[in-house]
C-alpha cells in the first residue's frame, strides 16, 4: 500500500512527518486519514516529545484534491468535512507540540494544517493562500485566524489571492521565515529545544495551552494553574527546578 504521509526520527525525541502524495501533496480522504492515524501514532509514542511536519518536493500542499469536488454533493461533503476535521485536530490535540516547516505553497487544507500547529517555521519562497472561493467550497477562515488579524484573513479569503511567507510576517503573522536552503535545519533547531524538556512537562504545557486559548484572561489563567499544581508533584519539576539553580550558581561564579 503506498503510505502518503510518512514518518522517521531524525534524532532522539524528535518525530519529522513529512506529506508526500504526488507533486502538490494534494489531499484525498485517504491521507487526510493517514495524517489522523499518524498524529495519533505520533501521541502515543512516549518517546517523541516533538514532531516537524513538512511536505516533500516543492509544495507543502496545495489544499484538497479537486477531483473530489467534482462529483461531491451535500452527503458525500459532510462525511468529507468531518474527515477534514478529524486531520486538523490530531494536530491541535497531538499530545507535544508540533513545528510546521513550510516549504512551499501551503494552500486551503495546507494553510490549515500549517495553523493547527503550535510553531511554524517557513521557507523565503512558501506562499499561502485560501482558494476556497475559486473552487466552489467554504472554509479554512476559521483556523487562519489562529495566525492573522481579521481583516488580514478576510482578506486573502474574499480574493483567494496567495500571499508570500514575508507578506504573511508583516501582517502579524508569528511565522520565522528562514533561507529555503536551511528551513529543514531551523526546524529541527527549534525541535531539538523542546525534545530537551521532560516530555511529561510539555504534555501538561499543551494541554494547558490548549486549554486556556478560548478562555477569557481570569479563567485562563485560573485553568492553566491547574497545570502547575499537577506538575509539581511530578520528579521532572524538582529536576527542572535544580538543574536551573545549578546553571545560575555557575554562571555567578565566574
Not at 8 to 35: C, F, M, Q, W
Not at 39 to 46: G, K, N, P, T
Not at 162 to 186: C, F, N, Q, S, Y
Request: aromatic share 6%; charged share 25%; proline share 4%.
Amino acid at each position: 500500500m503506498t503510505r502518503n504521509v510518512l514518518v522517521t526520527h531524525p534524532e532522539p525525541g524528535i518525530a519529522l512527518v513529512e506529506l508526500a502524495r504526488g507533486k502538490v501533496n494534494a489531499l484525498d480522504k485517504s491521507t487526510y486519514e493517514e495524517i489522523a492515524a499518524t498524529f495519533d501514532a505520533v501521541s502515543d509514542d512516549h518517546s517523541v516529545k516533538v514532531a516537524v511536519l513538512t511536505g516533500r518536493g516543492h509544495v507543502f500542499c496545495a489544499g484538497n484534491d479537486l477531483d473530489e469536488f467534482r462529483t461531491m454533493d451535500s452527503a458525500a461533503a459532510e462525511v468529507q468535512m468531518r474527515t477534514v476535521r478529524r486531520a486538523m485536530f490530531t494536530l491541535v490535540d497531538c499530545s507535544v507540540p508540533v513545528i510546521a516547516a513550510v516549504n512551499g505553497a501551503a494552500l486551503g487544507s495546507g494553510f490549515g494544517l500549517t495553523a493547527s500547529c503550535d510553531l511554524v517555521i517557513a521557507s523565503e519562497r512558501a506562499t499561502f493562500g485560501l482558494p476556497e472561493l475559486n473552487v466552489g467550497v467554504l472554509g479554512g477562515g476559521r483556523f487562519t485566524s489562529r495566525m492573522l488579524p481579521q481583516q488580514a484573513m478576510r482578506r486573502m479569503f474574499f480574493t483567494a489571492e496567495p500571499a508570500e511567507a514575508r507578506t504573511l510576517e508583516r501582517w502579524g503573522a508569528p511565522i520565522e521565515v528562514v533561507p529555503h536552503t536551511t528551513l529543514l535545519d531551523a526546524a529541527l533547531s527549534r525541535a531539538r529545544i523542546i525534545a530537551e524538556k521532560s516530555r511529561h512537562a510539555l504534555v501538561l504545557a499543551k494541554q494547558s495551552l490548549n486549554g486556556c486559548e478560548p478562555l477569557d484572561l481570569k479563567r485562563g489563567y485560573e485553568y492553566e494553574q491547574t497545570f502547575t499544581v499537577r506538575l509539581s508533584d511530578h520528579p521532572d519539576s524538582k529536576t527542572a527546578v535544580e538543574a536551573r539553580m545549578a546553571e545560575l550558581a555557575e554562571r555567578n561564579s565566574r
